[in-house]
């Protein structure tokens, strides 16, 4: 059973079955991040930090209301739905269901902001988290427009009250791992 929550701050994963792929090529990546956005704003939610890959994707998100559920179902069937009409397949998408951890305490949300960053680099996919055009990371720390639905002012305040020095300093302890 999930734990839907008012006010529950979440990592959310999700995975293609098997060994596919979510995204193949960059207008993928650009539909998912519009249809993100279109939820973020259908269900009040506060998208906080996000990494798209080939194979899956991380979110950081705050639901005000107990709507996770109903959010994430839009999100993930409606990305699939267009997925397999513009690839003429059939069938699930994505593996299994969503995860979800509920994040209860600053420590652990911070740790999961270097996690989400790093996880390109990780993966192979670029030498520092700011190459990776499809996460949050690089539009936080400024090399990027943010996006409309990012709402990352209390991600970088974790890190120090004025915007400035929180970027400084989630550079370095995302850079420190």
Not at 5 to 20: F, K, N, P, Q, S
Not at 119 to 135: D, K
């Amino acid at each position: 059973m999930r734990i839907l929550a008012a006010g529950g701050l979440y990592h959310i994963t999700a995975r293609a079955t098997g060994r596919d792929y979510l995204f193949t090529e960059d207008r993928e990546r650009r539909f998912f991040l519009r249809l993100l956005g279109d939820v973020v704003n259908r269900f009040r939610w506060r998208c906080l930090e996000y990494c798209v890959l080939g194979t899956h994707y991380h979110l950081l998100l705050e639901t005000p209301d107990a709507n996770l559920d109903r959010g994430m179902q839009r999100l993930n069937g409606l990305y699939g739905q267009w997925f397999n009409r513009e690839h003429t397949r059939r069938g699930h998408l994505f593996g299994d269901r969503y995860g979800s951890t509920v994040v209860k305490r600053q420590p652990h949300a911070v740790e999961i902001v270097r996690y989400i960053a790093q996880n390109p680099v990780r993966a192979g996919l670029c030498a520092r988290p700011e190459a990776w055009p499809w996460s949050s990371y690089v539009a936080t720390v400024g090399l990027a427009v943010r996006p409309s639905f990012l709402d990352d002012e209390e991600l970088v305040s974790w890190f120090a009250p004025r915007r400035g020095a929180g970027i400084r300093r989630l550079r370095e302890f995302v850079d420190d791992s």
